[in-house]
């Protein structure tokens, strides 16, 4: 089993900042793409951004410009960087890593924007 904890979440203004990090095992973070997801209520669970082993970095359009994910290799940990946060932007946001072994998936960790 591929524990992956995340932690950051909380209730910000519109406008806002957030900042969210995701560690994982050493072994499965050195050569796996690592991404967050999120969830709204009613709705079905959406990317938000991945990057890559290397550092290839990938968006949702409704979040170019405000996110950025990023990777540190030492500490085996992912962080989504949230600025200009929109009401839109509720959610719970969940880690994600697919592997050889299967796709894990962070516990999740609410953000609510409010307005």
């Known amino acids: 089993q591929v524990q992956l904890v995340e932690s950051g979440g909380g209730l910000v203004q519109v406008g806002g900042s957030l900042r969210l990090s995701c560690a994982a095992p050493?072994?499965?973070?050195?050569?796996?793409?690592m991404g967050w997801f999120r969830q709204a209520p009613g709705q079905q669970r959406e990317l938000v951004a991945t990057i890559t082993s290397g550092g290839y970095t990938n968006y949702a359009d409704s979040v170019k410009g405000r996110f950025t994910i990023s990777r540190d290799n030492v500490k085996n940990t992912v962080y989504l960087q949230m600025n200009s946060l929109k009401a839109e932007d509720t959610a719970v946001y969940y880690c994600?890593?697919?592997?050889?072994?299967?796709?894990?998936w962070g516990q999740g960790t609410q953000v609510t924007v409010s307005s």
């Open positions: 050493g072994s499965i973070f050195r050569v796996n793409s």
């Open positions: 994600h890593t697919p592997t050889s072994r299967g796709r894990y």
